[in-house]
């Protein structure tokens, strides 16, 4: 009888190197991916490994199932154990679920081996692994493939694939639970999620990339991701008060800190395009009013670490007319180590860029939808494989288009450019 093998697969970078080495030891099995993983938080992050899987496997023409995302389930086998480290009892757990689970969809769809790529995790105990996955398979009669892909040079192996398939790596096993541990009380921004939001250098932003260079590869379209760092930002906390009465605001991106309570009055008023600005008497703050209702402002040039501006609509504008008493809060915070990219399908030399961006404000206005960008993507489909055109997605547009000036200067840098 043929052999027919259910992999499971927990991520990208842990299938790309264990999926072909697997094809190698079983050259005539059928095989076939499963992604049960509920383990993963939040979800957006499960959905950025899935991604990542999904394009792995499509490049080895490998089919991979989605399993459902059953948090809840996870949630209560582990109940009791969120405290134990890693690779502790409440890993052995995690495993148990997500081999069960892989056992019972082999034996529904007929195949009588199954594996997992947790067993490339150098971070995983293989001899756990081993132990749990032929109980398991014993239970449903079925065999479980104990393969050590760590050795022979298996680790520098996947690394040099993922590389090259420019995988997103994470830095977090999966659960909550671990993230705490390994980062024990700081801010951790794996758990900040946007809503319809895709600020820039956001897993979020991140995502979308990843569905659009699934989407033109799948139509054997060249893609490059071009990763460049930032500063990024964010609010801690925030209030602003006119006469005592809390308003309605937005602090734009950049703005340092305001150290303890600014009590303030407006000293002048300077009127610029659609924005009234109020200076303050005390302080580096100021206010900008807009004539409009209250809404983000995207910035055309990176400011870092300046004055913080607060931004209101139109109504409270008009209030601050009235000289009335102002009280000022804010905390921020910046991270130095932010991370966004740009995807270049088709050749970066193309004679026609046609360029999006990937990001967002963080109200989730001023994107660019996933389909618009996909027909520009089809409708060049054969210019972009002859090198006429290319199709570039910038990271980053609205806190200064960093993204844009990064493509620029890297093209600059092109021999070609410089002779
Ligand atoms: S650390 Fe990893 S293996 Fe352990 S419980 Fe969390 S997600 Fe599962």
Redesign the pocket.
Known sequence: MKDRILVHICCGVDAVYSLRKIKELYPDAEIKGYFY?P??HPEEEYELRWLETKRVCDDLGIECIKGEYQLDLWLNK?KG?EN?P???E??S???DL?LEKTSQLAKKIGFNKITTV?MMSPK?DFDVLKSIGEKLANKYGLEFLAIDFRKGGGVEKMNKLSKEMELYHQN????V??LFQQRKGEYIPELTVFGRGRPAGSREELLFIKKIRLYAENLGLNCKEEEFQFIGWKILSSSLKINKEPVFHNVLYGSGSINGLLRVRVKEIIKKDNLTIFKLNKGNAEIWGLDTELKEISLKNPRFLTSPIFIVGREITEILYSNPKIEMQLKTEFNPLTKSRNLIIGSENAENIISFHSDTLLDGSEGVSEEEIKKAILDNREDIKGGKTAVVIFGAKHIGSIGEKVFKENQNSLPSAIS
């Open positions: 993983d383990n993963i582990t154990l134990e890693e690779r502790g409440r890993c757990v995690c495993h997500r947790l995983k977090y096993c999966g659960c639970f671990a």
